[in-house]
T-cell receptor
Framework: GAGVSQSPRYKVAKRGQDVALRCDPISGHVSLFWYQQALGQGPEFLTY????????KSGLPSDRFFAERPEGSVSTLKIQRTQQEDSAVYLC????????????FGSGTRLTVV | DAKTTQPPSMDCAEGRAANLPCNHS???????VYWYRQIHSQGPQYIIH???NNETNEMASLIITEDRKSSTLILPHATLRDTAVYYCIVRVVSSGSARQLTFGSGTQLTVLP
């Protein structure tokens, strides 16, 4: 597609429920990032994939957060046993290479945990 | 990556130039200056980046001081659709592995009719 697509656009989860957020990057893009953006704050890095390899997961806030990109294209961010503090917008970004490229972001998934 | 400092908010009249400043006094020689903006309810959008020379594209111009300790993003003819949070980011670029962007709080630019 022409841009980075994320689904669902909105998700309401009950506390303790598991959720899965999907990111379809631009076709052929090697690099893929997940960010978390709390209300009124700038996006914060969660994890980075280069093709199917997860090279950096230092930003994942707890072991309840898990991301995968098994075939080097679509990526899924999974949050287990959601808690209220997980409420945020989750953004996905992709880049065609690993060097000096601008990143293209999706519109994000707004997760609300009630 | 070097830290950046931006004013929290700015106003600009529609049709006038918007000049958004950014301080990055601890920037290293191999760090680039990137600008992104985020319109309400959308993901950040890449605007422009540069190392030490001034850069211009269809969206904006980037002016970097000679000592590289500060820069200015210029939107030459601001429109209402340019109302957004603008982020200045300094980042090392390497060919082997992409580096994440470290966002600060940015500058909320409001273009007034």
């Amino acid at each position: 597609g022409a841009g980075v697509s994320q689904s669902p656009r909105y998700k309401v989860a009950k506390r303790g429920q598991d959720v899965a957020l999907r990111c379809d990057p631009i076709s052929g893009h090697v690099s893929l990032f997940w960010y978390q953006q709390a209300l009124g704050q700038g996006p914060e890095f969660l994890t980075y994939f280069q093709n199917e390899a997860q090279l950096d997961k230092s930003g994942l806030p707890s072991d309840r957060f898990f991301a995968e990109r098994p075939e080097g294209s679509v990526s899924t961010l999974k949050i287990q046993r959601t808690q209220q503090e997980d409420s945020a917008v989750y953004l996905c970004a992709s880049s065609q290479g690993t060097g000096n490229y601008g990143y293209t972001f999706g519109s994000g998934t707004r997760l609300t945990v009630v | 990556d070097a830290k950046t400092t931006q004013p929290p908010s700015m106003d600009c009249a529609e049709g006038r130039a918007a000049n958004l400043p950014c301080n990055h006094s601890t920037i290293s020689g191999n760090e680039y200056v990137y600008w992104y903006r985020q319109i309400h309810s959308q993901g950040p959008q890449y605007i422009i980046h540069g190392l030490k020379n001034n850069e211009t594209n269809e969206m904006a111009s980037l002016i970097i001081t000679e000592d590289r300790k500060s820069s200015t993003l210029i939107l030459p003819h601001a429109t209402l659709r340019d109302t957004a949070v603008y982020y200045c980011i300094v980042r090392v670029v390497s060919s082997g592995s992409a580096r994440q962007l470290t966002f600060g709080s940015g500058t909320q630019l409001t273009v007034l009719p």
